[in-house]
């Protein structure tokens, strides 16, 4: 992997990929809307989202597979927007895999090589096979192999052209779940390794969260919000986001005091006061506005009712009951509800269990209003939340 | 009682099997007769004549050699459009796709001798001569259905991701084609030429009626079983059974060799 400059490197100008006012329509239905999009050369980035947010079309159309209805895709300073997929430095990782079931796993991996002309293919192709382990498997077919390692192949074949920007359409979706989380180290050591920027479509948000550098969340053929992980798992500005990474419980308040310089909003919901830090409400509030107040689970202590003198001054409180609780092991899941809102979520480590808090019991959720943030109310409180339907 | 309940099943098999391959096994016998008379249907004496003459009887090797060409020149014209009709019917949504569809089974359901009559009407008013030229083009057209027929069903379980997977790894149309399409398709079309040729090679009511005063191989058998049958007749009977056994057995000696050195 030695020589990938080679071939990257003859753009100076970066090898960023930059969508700039890019979408698709079939008909009547617009898959993506008009969007600009820039994914840093040798980053990690995933498209995430639903069934049907357009993620893939997306990646369609970075890898010349689908026309965009406007806009334009420029890979480092060059327009490839006209460019069919056969001349754009790019290469894709399938769903399916779509390894070539008529031709061993060598001439599978070789097959890029060699339609450009390249005749010495081997010691590539074996430096490929050693990347993803499957030295052994050189002159099997495809179908001889288990899923984990036709998803290996198949990023072989992509990788050993060493692509601009290597494209993955959710290429785990089809491995189960201890096989999924293997793959998913495996693929993020070998991005480090090679270096090549990776762009990966997936549904599951913990796929995205563990493996990308930057997460671009997808909703209805638009990008909801861009950033890192960490900083969209803590500072959603949607509520779709939000709901879709991990879990948010989300209180309908009225503000009462706007804070200025810097101060906190002050806000009731169910008889109660709570405080949100200005910067972190995503739209101006002004008095007597709707806001929605957001906090995850597990940032949220439990404490029962006869103890509510022990929590300490300046914390957000809400008083309610306990309705359901299930035992995790490392944490357990409470369901509250409160005057301020039904069904809150409450993940309690299991480090010193309170043998009180079961259901039924009267208890104040507490937690450091600085984890609190604020957003728009005039959007679906539900939106991004896992139906039953989708969950399957 | 025990063992034909056991054995029921390879014992239909086999039963079925000579039902089928009798009539072949009577061809075969009778090439290796000496006929008194000038019809060979009584077995009278073992005798290599017809085998050491096969081209004996004058102008049975030109009928042959004629059929063999219409056939082979029907399967190549019928399979080259008949995978293209394939493609365009799985791949691409047009108009008048479903009403394709279903009468490019028409020639199948139409009655031959119907559909004989009513060519030969046809190259009438249109003022063709009749000949070799309009035996195949009636040839092409009913071997038409069948090749269609056989390469659908391999089109239509294809992963169309496979010619994009091409694409994407800067194999341009042409490339695509030829390393990914045409042999993934190799094995409907195959089968589609197999039997486009059989069938071209056996006809016998088309080409009658739009032959003219050219003679197939099935038209001199008919020709000739007016005046008496020569035992040449059977030999190459049995020499066209012979090679088609050969071929099968010789395809499925490969694949089977493949799978063992992919396995190995």
Redesign the interface.
Known sequence: MTDKTAHTGKNPGGGDVRLTGISKSYGSFTAVHPLDLTVPQGSFFALLGASGCGKTTTLRMI???EDPSTGTVFLGDKDVTDL????RP???V???Y?????M?ITENIA??LR??GIKSVKKQVDDMLELVQLGDKA???PH?LSGGQQQRVAVA??LI?HPQVLLLDEPLGALDLKLRRQMQLELKRIQTEVGITFVHVTHDQEEAMTMADQVAVMNGGRVEQLGAPADLYENPQTTFVANFLGTSNLIEAEVLETGSGGSDVLVTAGGGKLRVPGDRCTSAVRQGGKVLVGVRPEKISLTHKDDAGSIADGRNRVTGRIADSSFIGVSTQYVVNSPAGAELQVYEQNIERDTRLVPGAEVVLHWNPAHTFGLDAAQDIDAGVETVEDAG | MRWIRRNLVVIAGLLTLAYMILPNLVVMAFSFNKPKGRFNYSWQEFSLDAWKDPCGVADMCESLSLSLQLAAWATVGAVVLGTMIAFALVRYRFRARGAINSLIFLPMAMPEVVMAASLLTLFLNMGIELGFWTVLIAHIMFCLSFVVTAVKARVMSM?P??E?????????PA?TFL??TL??AAPGIAAGALLAFALSFDDFIITNFNAGSTVTFPMFVWGSAQRGTPVQINVIGTAMFALAVLVVVAGQIITNRRKK???A
């Open positions: 890898a010349g597979l069919p997929p056969y001349k790019v290469n894709t399938f769903q399916s779509a390894l070539f079931p008529h061993d097959f890029g339609r450009r002159r099997h077919k001889q074949r992509a052209n | 992963d991701r496979l994009e997977a091409a694409r994407d790894l800067y194999a341009g490339q390393r990914v042999p993934i050195t992919a396995t």
